[in-house]
């Protein structure tokens, strides 16, 4: 599978942004996926995941009740809406999937990654 992610830009502290990753190939709805963020001078984190099913999300400290992951399994799409942003949350946010699992719980379980988009709050 291919991903493509987007929606990121530059946005003041308190604002929402909606990133997308569109999928292209096959069996969409049987990858688990996740959004990983990685700042500068920081190692890449998990910021949230959801199960192929969507019954499992799972969603960091630092994000939680701000950030929430969905999918649209019809449109091979899965979003990040992420609101009252926070100028730490900078980053490059990079979507991932795994096929085998059907889950993404850490670094180590990500098959396919997309090409990152860039975030940036300014305060």
């Known amino acids: 599978v291919q991903l493509q992610a987007s929606g990121g830009g530059l946005v003041q502290a308190g604002d929402s942004l909606n990133l997308l990753c569109t999928a292209s190939?096959?069996?969409?709805?049987?990858?688990?996926l996740a959004w990983f963020r990685q700042a500068p001078g920081k190692n890449r984190e998990l910021v949230t995941s959801?199960?192929?099913?969507?019954?499992?999300?799972y969603h960091v400290d630092s994000v939680k009740g701000r950030f929430t992951i969905s999918r649209d399994n019809a449109k091979n799409t899965v979003y990040l809406q992420m609101n009252s942003l926070k100028p730490e949350d900078t980053a490059v946010y990079y979507c991932?999937?795994?096929?085998?699992?059907?889950?993404?719980?850490?670094?180590?379980?990500?098959?396919?990654w997309g090409q990152g988009t860039l975030v940036t709050v300014s305060s």
């Open positions: 991932a999937a795994n096929y085998r699992l059907g889950d993404v719980g850490r670094y180590s379980q990500v098959e396919y």
């Open positions: 959801i199960s192929r099913n969507g019954a499992t999300k």
């Open positions: 190939g096959p069996a969409f709805s049987k990858y688990g």
